[in-house]
Structure formats: C-alpha cells, structure tokens
C-alpha cells in the first residue's frame, strides 16, 4: 500500500513538472529585462549594426526595435538579456508592451531613432512585458 502511495504522488509530480509551460533551456519563466535601442522603420533598419531586431506591440501597434543592449537583472545570472529575446523570437510579435498608459503612450510615441531604455518584467511564455520604466532621448536630426 506505502509503495502504491508513494508511486502514485511521483506520477503526479511529474505530470505537474512535465506540463510546465517553461521555455526550453532555461529554469525562469519571469525575468526583469532591460532594453537599450531605438525603434526603426523595418527589421532590416533595427538590425543595422548588429542590435538585435526585436517586434513590439505597443498600444496596439507592432513596431521594430533595435536592441543594442539586452540585459536582465535579478538573482539569476544563468540567463541573460539576449537568450530572453531568443527565447521569444519564434513568436510575432516577439514582446507585448503593457503597462500605466503613460509608460506605453510614451513608448508608443517615440520616434524612429530616439534612444530608449525601457526596463520591465517580461514572462516568456506569454510574451508580455510589462514595463516599469520608459525613458526617451530625441531621435538624431
């Protein structure tokens, strides 16, 4: 009956394990990432001197951002910023932007060009990033 019992709670924990919505390669599904780059008119443009192009929906437009620099911040130091957007990348658009409707209004009315860091939580498996911090600089002449 006790190795029945004992048989029976493994089974479980492991289905419960195995039905985990974890990304592959990694042991996080919620990071706090920071984004440094600009927006640019297309993928080709975002990609433009190796940042890493990146499709964001933000107040329900999808607009292509170059990330220069990826970084994630916590406890962690396992995973980093750009295995975060690899991990997103199958999917577009690769993050949705969310959050006080002053952080994605100014999000969403940067101009192409305009250095942006934005910092936020993002959970991988659903995309989302919820931002906690949007700061502008202008776009060059």
């Not at 990694?26 to 297309?42: C, E, H, M």
């Amino acid at each position: 009956m006790r190795l029945a019992v004992n048989s029976l709670a493994l089974v479980v924990a492991f289905t419960a394990i195995a039905r985990a919505d974890w990304p592959i390669g990694t042991n996080l599904r919620i990071v706090q990432l920071q984004l440094d780059g600009a927006f640019a008119p297309d993928r080709q443009s975002a990609r433009a001197g190796g940042a890493d192009a990146v499709l964001v929906r933000v107040a329900g437009t999808e607009r292509w951002f170059g990330a220069v620099r990826a970084r994630t911040v916590g406890n962690d130091p396992t995973l980093f910023g750009r295995d975060v957007l690899a991990a997103v990348a199958p999917v577009q658009p690769n993050l949705i932007a969310l959050g006080p409707d002053a952080l994605t209004q100014r999000l969403a009315g940067a101009a192409d060009g305009a250095a942006i860091h934005m910092e936020g939580i993002v959970d991988i498996g659903a995309r989302t990033y919820l931002l906690r911090h949007v700061k502008l600089a202008d776009a060059p002449p």
